[in-house]
């Protein structure tokens, strides 16, 4: 199997069977977005605990597979760690599906750098990328707890 086929298959996989696809019940905050080209909803439930720390996070959301498995792949990734490490995971995923050949974060393992390089696909499709990165910008907005809806149509990427 060879990278890209590899990446296609992690893609379906979450797409298909996405993880954390539910409402939690003890969420502290949360936020939605939406992706008026492609028809992209998502609304992310996150749990932060005193210490700055994700505890548990979920989503709940319909639309293409890119967005699905972005979505997929972040929950699963940014699931106990530190509110800071999830902002510059964050911006470093936006980095690199803009323009960075690479991950740089320390944060992230091996394994879950393969995940993401996955979705770095979109790159191709102008398009796309706003499917894939329209989870993470929710995820900031929940972190912020700001509740304003995320519309990637205001938004560059
Ligand atoms: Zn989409």
Known sequence: MNLKELYQEIILDHGK???????????????????????????????????????????EGSGCAISMASASIMTDLVKGKDETEVK?????????????????????????KTKLMCLSGVKKYPMRVKCATLSW?????????????????????
């Open 17 to 59: 069977n996405p993880r954390n696809l539910k409402k939690i019940e003890n969420f502290n905050n949360d936020a939605t977005g939406h992706n008026p080209l492609c028809g992209d909803k998502v609304h992310i439930y996150l749990n932060i605990n005193n210490n700055n720390k994700v505890e548990d996070i979920s989503f």
């Open 88 to 112: 510059e995971i964050i911006s470093d995923f936006l980095d690199m599906i803009k323009e960075k050949p690479e991950l740089s974060s320390k944060n992230i393992n091996e394994e879950d």
């Open 137 to 157: 910008h929710t995820l900031t907005s929940a972190i912020n707890n700001s509740k304003d809806e995320i519309n990637t149509e205001k938004m560059d990427t």
